[in-house]
């Protein structure tokens, strides 16, 4: 069985997450994917505060041996700031790996531009991870809200913020004891400036806009504050009028322009976000068909985030179930050797043990049989189309039938 080779860019509360994760379900993702999935690398950037110990995983603080790396297929942004994280991916793009960020910062800055390169290299560019922690926000809005029009999102967008108010209220705790307990925890940024102060809700936002509208709001018009003004007194004397402070991210687009605002607002305990609590995140979406939608989740931490990205790797592998081979992105790079091409009926077409045909093959080919001997038999509706193998087939092994080489086929079908 052939390996899924990811390099992993930060080992850090996320890094850490998705290696752990993978290390886990190892036998999960391999039943999903058909593949091992294998970390053939990590990139930090101070070497001496790590003891790795795993020989068979490159461990260095240098891009430039991750990236010459003989095989890799996916590159995986854990890391913080907008660089070298946008330098890195657009070498990794360009070298044909899929690419998967966890970086909002980055990406809010650049998302675009790498969406067009990893467009313009036919490999995926996951981003599940950039918003909202664990909830599955960016997929949903993709993937599974296609004929609405969103018309507002709105919601709580950074784990930290909720959960320092959530625990200033509760506990009476003060924000620096609140916030030291959120860096314990790996849910604030190793800055934790953009998190008080709103920022990164509002990068968050602003990929958010980009899916939905795509397009972002103007960066100067946004009102973004933070919840880093808020004290105590205040926070106990609106909970004792039966109100919280939430830090709210909101998104509309009205007919010139995207109105996006980031700031706290007081909630009653009728409202939605009321009950969102701790690390929670929430977001309301407000969609023409469907009506409003909730999704709610753990918006930072280790795990939760791991799983949006791993997610995200699942979804690569997706595509190489795809039903046509120029959809296949894992095997993209090798068609030329494993495209193959059927006229007619195969009978008894024998494949040896590192053979397998991917198990979605053209849609006008249909497997007719396998046994257990490996000998299968093909038949196309099509006068001609092509279906991928996944090695070798010795051609004098087909014993009725017509399959040719990829490259032997004339293209004018
Ligand atoms: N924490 C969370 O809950 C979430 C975080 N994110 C995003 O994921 C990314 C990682 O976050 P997190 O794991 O919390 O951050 P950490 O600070 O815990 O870890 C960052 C890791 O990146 C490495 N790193 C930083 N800068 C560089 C660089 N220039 N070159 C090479 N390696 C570098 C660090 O190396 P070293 O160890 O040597 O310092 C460290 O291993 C960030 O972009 C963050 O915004 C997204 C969703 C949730
Ligand atoms: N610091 C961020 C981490 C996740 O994006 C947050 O607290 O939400």
Redesign the pocket.
């Known amino acids: 069985m052939t390996a899924i080779h990811v390099a992993l860019?930060?080992?850090?509360?996320?890094?850490?997450?998705v290696y752990r994760t993978i290390e886990k379900h190892q036998e999960r993702l391999k039943t999903i994917l058909g593949k091992e999935v294998k970390i053939v690398a990590i990139?930090?950037?101070?070497?001496e505060?790590?003891q790795w110990v795993n020989n068979e995983v490159l461990f260095t603080?240098n891009?430039t041996d991750i990236i010459n790396l003989p095989k890799l297929d996916v590159v995986i942004?854990?890391?913080?700031?907008v660089?070298?994280?946008f330098s890195?991916l657009r070498q990794a793009i360009n070298r044909g790996c899929h690419v998967i960020?966890?970086?909002?910062?980055?990406f809010a800055h650049h998302g675009t531009e790498l969406l067009s390169l990893a467009k313009e290299k036919n490999v995926s560019l996951g981003f599940e991870?950039?918003v909202a922690?664990g909830i599955p926000i960016i997929q949903t809005l993709k993937k599974l809200l296609n004929a609405n029009k969103v018309d507002k999102v709105e919601g709580i967008l950074n784990?930290t913020s909720n959960f320092i108010l959530t625990k200033m209220r509760e506990e009476n705790l003060s924000f620096e004891d609140a916030l030291k307990l959120a860096q314990e925890y790996?849910?604030?940024?190793?800055d934790p400036a953009?998190d008080i102060e709103g920022v990164?809700a509002f990068y968050k936002a602003v990929i958010l806009s980009e899916v939905i509208f795509g397009e972002q709001p103007e960066w100067e018009q946004t009102i973004t504050q933070g919840i880093g003004t808020l004290t105590l007194q205040q926070i106990k004397l609106f909970e004792s009028l039966g109100l919280r402070f939430k830090h709210v991210a909101s998104l509309q687009k009205s007919n010139t322009e995207i109105q996006c605002t980031v700031r706290p607002v007081l909630v009653t305990n009728s409202h939605p976000l009321y009950q969102v609590e701790e690390v929670q995140n929430a977001i309301n979406i407000e969609a023409d068909i469907v009506g409003n939608i909730s999704l709610q989740g753990p918006?930072?931490?280790?795990f939760?985030?791991a799983s949006?990205i791993v997610e995200d790797l699942i979804h690569i592998g997706d595509k190489q179930l795809a039903s046509s081979p120029e959809d296949s992105l894992f095997f993209e790079k090798e068609t030329k050797e494993n495209i193959w091409a059927l006229h007619g009926e195969i009978d008894n077409l024998l494949l040896s043990d590192d053979i397998r045909i991917s198990k979605e093959i053209h849609p006008q080919v249909v497997l007719v049989e396998t046994t257990v001997e490996r000998i299968i038999n093909l038949k196309t509706s099509h006068e001609i189309c092509c279906f991928e193998v996944l090695g070798n087939i010795e051609e004098d092994k087909v014993l009725h039938g017509e399959l040719i080489k990829e490259e032997n086929i004339n293209h004018s079908y």
Not at 9 to 17: E, R, S
Not at 77 to 81: H, P, S
Not at 186 to 190: F, H, L, R, T, V
């Open positions: 860019l930060g080992y850090g509360t996320v890094g850490k997450g990139l930090v950037k101070e070497l505060k790590h603080d891009y942004d854990a890391i913080v700031g660089e070298p994280g890195y960020t966890a970086n909002k910062e980055m991870a950039t922690g784990g790996g849910y604030a940024e190793a953009n990164d918006g930072a931490g280790m939760p985030t949006a």
